[in-house]
C-alpha cells in the first residue's frame, strides 16, 4: 500500500502536476494513511482473535453449564430418591414400633397367672422344684403335669402314696376355682402293655384318669366339675425312642380350662 502512494505522489511530481511541498505533504499523508489501515488491519485481525477466544470461552461455559444443569438434575432424582428411602424407613420403624408394642402387650397378657395358677404354684412349690410337677398357663388354660411314676407303679392304675399326698395339694387349689371344667387327660408310651388287666394303652391311661378323678373327688374337688379322658401313646410330647422320652410321655395331665 504505501509504495501505491509513493509512485502515485512521483507520477504527480514528474507530471507537474504538484509542487515539491505539496507531493512531501502528500508523501506523509500517505504513510500516515497506510499507518492508519495497518494499524486498523492488525486491530480488525486482534478482534477476531478475541472474538474467536471468547466464542471457545463462551463454547466451554455452555458445556460446563449443561453438565453441571446435568448433575443438578441427577442430583435431585438422586435426593428425591433418598427422600422416598427415608419415607418408607420411617413407615417401617413406626410399624415395627407398633408391632413391638403390641408383641410386648401380647405377651404380658400370655404370661398374666391367675389365682388358681398362683395358688397352685405355691402349693405344689416343693414337687415343682424337685421337677415331679411342672405347671403352665396359656390364655386362660391352665395344665399341672405330674410323671405317672409319682402316682403310679409300673403298669398299675392305683394311685400311690406319694401321688395321694401330690394330688390332695392340688385339690386344696382346686376347690375355690370358678367358671372352669377340670378335665384328667391320660397318656403313655407307646410300649404295648402286658399282662390281662389292660388290653391296650388305651385302656390304661383311662383307667389312670379316672383313677386320679376319683382322687380328687374324694379331696373335695366337686365332681361337677370333673372329666376323664385317655389318650393312649397318641399325643406324645418326645419321641419314644429312648426310656428318657418315654418317660416324659407317660404322663397325667390336669387341664383347666373356662367352661
Known amino acids: 500500500m504505501r509504495t501505491w502512494l509513493v509512485l502515485?505522489?512521483?507520477?504527480?511530481?514528474?507530471?507537474g502536476c504538484v509542487s515539491k511541498g505539496k507531493f512531501e505533504a502528500k508523501t506523509l499523508e500517505a504513510e500516515q494513511l497506510a499507518k492508519g489501515l495497518n494499524d486498523e488491519k492488525g486491530?480488525?485481525?486482534?478482534?477476531?482473535a478475541k472474538v474467536k477466544a471468547l466464542e471457545a470461552e463462551r463454547d466451554a461455559l455452555t458445556a460446563r453449564l449443561t453438565t453441571a444443569e446435568s448433575r443438578l438434575s441427577a442430583g435431585a432424582?438422586?435426593?428425591?430418591?433418598?427422600?422416598?428411602?427415608?419415607?418408607?424407613?420411617?413407615?417401617?420403624?413406626?410399624?415395627?414400633?407398633?408391632?413391638?408394642?403390641?408383641l410386648a402387650q401380647a405377651k404380658a397378657e400370655l404370661e398374666k397367672k391367675s389365682s388358681e395358677y398362683e395358688n397352685l404354684a405355691q402349693s405344689l412349690k416343693q414337687e415343682i422344684s424337685e421337677g415331679k410337677i411342672?405347671?403352665?398357663?396359656?390364655?386362660?388354660?391352665?395344665?399341672?403335669?405330674?410323671?405317672?411314676?409319682?402316682?403310679f407303679a409300673s403298669g398299675s392304675a392305683r394311685v400311690g402314696k406319694e401321688g395321694e399326698?401330690?394330688?390332695?395339694?392340688?385339690?386344696?387349689?382346686?376347690?375355690?376355682v370358678q367358671g372352669k371344667i377340670i378335665r384328667v387327660e391320660g397318656h403313655t408310651d407307646?410300649?404295648?402293655?402286658?399282662?390281662?388287666?389292660?388290653a391296650s394303652n388305651w385302656e390304661l391311661s383311662l383307667a389312670r384318669a379316672m383313677a386320679v378323678v376319683h382322687s380328687l373327688q374324694n379331696a373335695g374337688v366337686d365332681p361337677m366339675t370333673l372329666s376323664a379322658a385317655g389318650y393312649g401313646q397318641y399325643q406324645p410330647i418326645a419321641a419314644n425312642d429312648s426310656p428318657e422320652n418315654r418317660s416324659l410321655n407317660r404322663r397325667i395331665e390336669i387341664v383347666l380350662a373356662p367352661k
Open 8 to 15: 502515485a505522489a512521483l507520477v504527480a511530481l514528474s507530471t
Open 43 to 48: 486491530a480488525r485481525e486482534a478482534a477476531e
Open 77 to 102: 432424582a438422586e435426593r428425591r430418591g433418598l427422600e422416598e428411602q427415608n419415607a418408607q424407613l420411617k413407615a417401617l420403624n413406626d410399624e415395627l414400633a407398633r408391632n413391638t408394642k403390641q
Open 134 to 151: 411342672q405347671l403352665s398357663e396359656l390364655k386362660g388354660k391352665m395344665t399341672v403335669q405330674l410323671k405317672d411314676k409319682i402316682l
Open 165 to 176: 399326698e401330690a394330688l390332695a395339694k392340688i385339690a386344696d387349689a382346686l376347690k375355690t
Open 190 to 198: 407307646d410300649v404295648p402293655t402286658s399282662g390281662a388287666q389292660f
